[in-house]
């Protein structure tokens, strides 16, 4: 089996491999044409949709995005990606609508082994992130792999999800842990 359709399976790959990495490559060019765009240059949008693997309306992302992959990330409405955002989506990332991410998050998929063996041998391992509609994650939150949010939720600045969220909660710290529940009323 290549390193690239262990990859795809979800078995530990070598990320050093060469079509493992041209992934990467792709991804480095295009959110370096994104990263360059002013504000208001129509051309952005054509860049993000060739980049990312499925994006709603209203797309933002501003500088400076990084990737892995881009094709394993898929956006819902409404999407901002504030600055300095990073995901690691050698595994699918499955972003709902109206989804505010702030500046200098990080969303990552991809594991290594706890082995120095297992490292030394450049491999990793991807496990899927999926974060639902209606939610906030606050600025310098991390989202480990495999993690699920559901909707509604907002990670409070810095926390570090580790676990799953369940709709309608509030979650911070690191590990983040649930501070309260949500409700659905509207705020001014």
């Known amino acids: 089996m290549r390193e690239i359709e262990k990859l795809d399976a979800g078995l530990p790959y070598d990320f050093y491999d060469d079509e493992v990495n041209a992934r990467k490559l792709r991804a480095l060019r295009l959110c370096k ?12 949008e054509a860049v993000v949709r060739e980049l990312l693997g499925s994006a709603g309306n209203d797309v933002t992302i501003l500088p400076c995005f990084n990737c892995d992959y881009g094709l ?3 956006v819902g409405d409404e999407f901002l990606a504030n600055y300095n955002v990073t995901i690691l989506d050698i595994a699918p990332v499955r972003i709902g609508s109206h989804v505010m991410i702030a500046p200098n998050v990080v969303i990552a998929t991809v594991n290594h082994p706890m082995t120095p063996a297992g490292r030394r041998a450049h491999l990793g391992i991807g496990a899927p992130v999926s974060i639902g509609d209606d939610v906030w994650i606050g600025t310098g939150a991390i989202v480990c792999p495999g993690v699920t949010i ?11 999800v580790t676990k799953d969220v ?7 710290g690191v590990p983040a842990r649930i501070n309260r529940t949500l409700v659905d009323d509207v705020e001014r």
């Open 150 to 160: 559901g909707n509604n939720v907002v990670v409070a600045a810095g926390a570090v």
């Open 33 to 44: 044409v994104l990263n360059s765009f002013g504000p208001g240059d129509n051309r952005k």
């Open 72 to 74: 394993n990330i898929h």
């Open 166 to 172: 369940p709709d309608n909660s509030l979650v911070e």
